[in-house]
């Protein structure tokens, strides 16, 4: 199971691996509907877990999944998914972006 932070992001010192645990955080939308951000593997059944290479920022909203889109990180880039995270639940919370795929998109695509 992934940590989840309740507060600001809170710093490791020893070097992890999203493989091993994912980004979790919990927002509240402009709406009220209590959201979940999530920025881990993907979790493809078909792939043993060490081979696994895509990391998705997943999105669910009242506990339904809303939106969920594959990013540009490898697993071992867990300061850059801390960094995406931070962003899109700032975008997100502010109501800048709206809680759908098509907006999750200009952040999972960028690099870090």
């Known amino acids: 199971m992934g940590?989840?932070?309740?507060?600001?992001f809170?710093?490791?010192?020893?070097?992890?691996?999203?493989r091993g645990t994912s980004i979790?955080?919990?927002?509240?939308l402009p709406d009220?509907?209590?959201a979940l951000l999530r920025v881990g593997m993907a979790h493809d059944s078909y792939?043993?877990?060490?081979?696994?290479?895509t990391v998705v920022l997943e999105l669910r909203i009242?506990?339904?999944v809303a939106a969920?889109?594959?990013?540009?990180?490898?697993?071992?880039q867990e300061d850059e998914a801390n960094e995406l995270a931070r962003e899109?639940?700032?975008?997100?919370?502010?109501?800048h972006i709206p809680p759908t795929a098509a907006a999750l998109e200009q952040y999972a695509d960028r690099l870090r």
Do not use: C, K, W, Y
């Open 3 to 8: 940590r989840t932070f309740h507060g600001p």
């Open 10 to 18: 809170q710093e490791e010192s020893a070097a992890m691996s999203l």
């Open 24 to 28: 979790e955080q919990e927002l509240t």
């Open 32 to 34: 009220g509907r209590v």
């Open 47 to 53: 792939l043993p877990e060490n081979e696994e290479e």
């Open 62 to 64: 009242d506990g339904h």
């Open 68 to 76: 969920t889109v594959n990013t540009v990180l490898e697993p071992d």
């Open 88 to 95: 899109v639940i700032d975008a997100l919370g502010s109501g």
